[in-house]
């Protein structure tokens, strides 16, 4: 199994690479801004599952694919950045009604499959994890003490329990933030076009990103 001084290493390693502002973080505050804090938990208890569907993916031989096709690393980008760009708009457009029906007291918060499954598609999109999957991994890897491919899966099982409990602290904070601000109708339409515009803005970023490198 790993041994002790790379688990530790790891351990270091994804703290960073969770803490660092990206996409998993910008979308659960976004959400969180957006709905409140059990939609923010429950998007991050998504986008946790899609990482680790994607290290799943990475350990059984997809990593080497990634590395090695410049194309396919640029789709996976693009397909994440449009997705994001889409909710954004989404909920861009509906931001009117939804302040309404919240002002009302009016339960309009998205059903919990489809929170769930939207940061599920944010979280196997993700590019920065995709990179840190592939290019950080093998190094944690301890090739004399059992499959290596378990050893994946069970790094993979740890950044994702990480990066929930990490993330979620930060959609908590910004639902509870939400909360206290929204006294009327006309601020939760600005806290909502907040958080359309930093989807938005994330998934542009993304399309960039992958567009220049490719």
């Known amino acids: 199994m790993i041994s002790a001084s790379h688990l530790t290493q790891f351990f270091i390693a994804s703290a960073v690479i969770i803490i660092l502002p990206g996409p998993s973080v910008t979308f659960a505050v976004a959400r969180g801004v957006a709905w409140g804090r059990s939609v923010a938990v429950l998007t991050v208890l998504g986008n946790s599952v899609g990482a680790l569907v994607l290290s799943a993916i ?54 919990t499959w489809q929170v769930v499954r939207q940061g599920f598609v944010v979280g196997v999109l993700n590019p920065k994890a995709m990179v840190f999957f592939v290019a950080v991994f093998p190094h944690f890897v301890s090739r004399g003490r059992g499959d290596v491919t378990v050893q994946l899966l069970l790094l ?11 993330d979620s602290t930060w959609g908590v904070v910004a639902g509870t933030a939400r909360d206290w601000l929204a006294k009327s109708a006309h601020r939760l339409v600005v806290m909502r076009v907040i958080g359309a515009g930093v989807m938005i803005a994330l998934g542009l970023v993304v399309l960039v990103s992958a567009l220049v490198s490719a």
Do not use: N
């Not at 031989?61 to 397909?79: A, E, M, N, R, Y």
């Not at 993979?156 to 990490?166: E, Q, Y």
């Open 156 to 166: 993979g099982l740890i950044f994702s329990v990480m990066a929930f409990v990490s």
């Open 58 to 111: 990475v350990a059984v031989g997809l990593g080497p694919l990634i590395t090695h096709s410049k194309l396919f690393s640029t789709v996976l980008q693009v397909l994440g950045g449009c997705y994001l760009i889409w909710l954004g708009s989404s909920a861009l457009r509906q931001r009117h009604a939804h302040a309404l029906a919240m002002a009302q007291r009016e339960d309009v918060r998205p059903p």
